[in-house]
Structure formats: C-alpha cells, structure tokens
C-alpha cells in the first residue's frame, strides 16, 4: 500500500508540474505578442511624427530656394539688360570710329589733291599769258616769206648798205623758232599740271552752267538755243573734280 501510495502521489506531483507549465507557456507568449504589439506601435508612433518635422523643414528649405531663385532671376535679367545696353553703347562707338576714319581718310586724300589748288591757280597766268603769245602770231605769217622779201629788198635800196654781217637765218626762221618755243614751254607747263590733276576745259557749244562758267556777256545770235555758250575768251580749269577757275565766256541770249 504504501509502494502505491507514494507512486500515485508522484503521479499527481508530475501532472501538476506539468499543468504549470502548460499554463505558464500561454501567459508568456501572450505578455511576449503583447509586447511586440506596443513596441510596434511606438514605432509607429514615432515614424509618423517624424515625417511632419521633416516637411515643415523641407517646406521652409523649397521657400528659401523659391525666394533665392527668383532674387537670381531678376539679378540676371538687370544683368541681361545691361550687357544689352553696354553692347549697343559698344556698337555706336565703333560706328562713330569707323565714321570717323573715312572722314579722316577722305579729309587727307582731298589734303593732298588739293594742296597745289594756289600753286596751280596762280600758274595759270603765265599758261593764259603763253596761249596768248602763240595765238598772236597767224599762221599765214609762219608760211609766207614775201612780204619780208619785199620789205628787205626795199630797204637795201634805200639804206646804204653797212658793215654788220649779214643773219644767218632769214626773219621767218626767227618767227618759226619763237612761235615753236612758246608752244613746247605752254605744253609742258600744261602736262606738269596734268601730273597733279589740273585739267583745262573749254565749254564751247555746252549750255552754259554757273558752277563751272562765268559769263562775261550775252549776245542774241540766230539759230543758237538761249543759254548756250558762245564763245569761250579765257578756258577754265579743273583739279580732279573741283573747279580751280571757272571759264570766261559769253552765252547766248533769247532773240524773242
């Protein structure tokens, strides 16, 4: 009895043991998903105030970059503006320079076309002065030896004969060298003026023009236009382009 006794009080103590266990373990895993269940929740708790804090900041970043950005904007359109007017500043400068060159470049070509302008016009006397000499001879005087037989011939009858030798070239001869030194002396006068551009002109027959003609007197002539030069006393002369000395003429004036 006793063996038994103390087997079934063995048995007893082996199941409540058991049983304890068995109840122990549910306790700990409900306390255990309890915990985890909290701990998930201050998790989440805390991830989702974070999120808040971080777009408040964000918005307060994004409105500094928004003001910044436009600030930028508006220094770079000033900025814009002024490289604009600096440029179109620059391009006037360099249109007034390059004005400014042609007016110089053009100032001293005319300078120098032009420096002989009172040299030439008072060259001019002595060619009207040659021109006058050369026409003053006629022609028939150059080719006609007669009337100077005749008068020589007269005169050695008259006059004792003297003492002198005799020309070695008769009076004609003389006439014709003379006549032929004025002529070579105006021509190189005249092609020493064409090297600087001093050119003559003779405006016969052209319709008179006050710029380049100065008219002397009028004269009414049949069967010529009113204004139409006549005749050309004294011819004028030009330095490239430039007037020197107007032409003395005389134009022809309205019969009616």
Known sequence: MSFA???????????????????ARP?????????????TRCYSDGKTTQPEETTEGSSGESTGKQVDSTELEVRLKAKEAEVADLTGRLRYLQADFLNLQRNAAREKEQ???????????????????????????????????????VAS????????????S????????????????????????????????????????????????????????PGKEPGTVIECQKIGYKIKDRVLRAAQVGVAQDTS
Do not use: W
């Not at 021509?187 to 380049?212: E, W, Y």
């Open 166 to 221: 005799p020309l070695p070239k008769d009076h004609e001869t003389y006439l014709q060298e003379l006549h032929s030194g004025v002529e070579m002396t105006q021509r190189l006068l005249l092609q020493t003026l064409f090297k600087h551009h001093v050119k003559p002109f003779d405006p016969t027959g052209d319709k008179f023009d006050p710029n380049h003609h100065e008219a002397l007197y009028q004269a009414p002539i």
């Open 153 to 164: 011939s007269s005169e050695s009858s008259v006059v004792p004969p003297t003492s002198e």
């Open 27 to 39: 306790v700990a895993i409900r306390s255990s998903t309890r915990l985890s269940r909290l701990g």
């Open 111 to 149: 300078t120098r076309d032009f420096a002989i302008s009172k040299f030439a016009g008072d060259l001019l006397e002595t060619v009207d002065v040659l021109t006058i000499a050369i026409h003053s001879i006629p022609q028939q005087a150059l080719k006609s030896s007669k009337a100077i037989e």
């Open 5 to 23: 006794a103390s087997s079934f009080q063995a048995f007893l103590t082996c199941t409540a043991a058991l049983s304890s266990r068995t109840l």
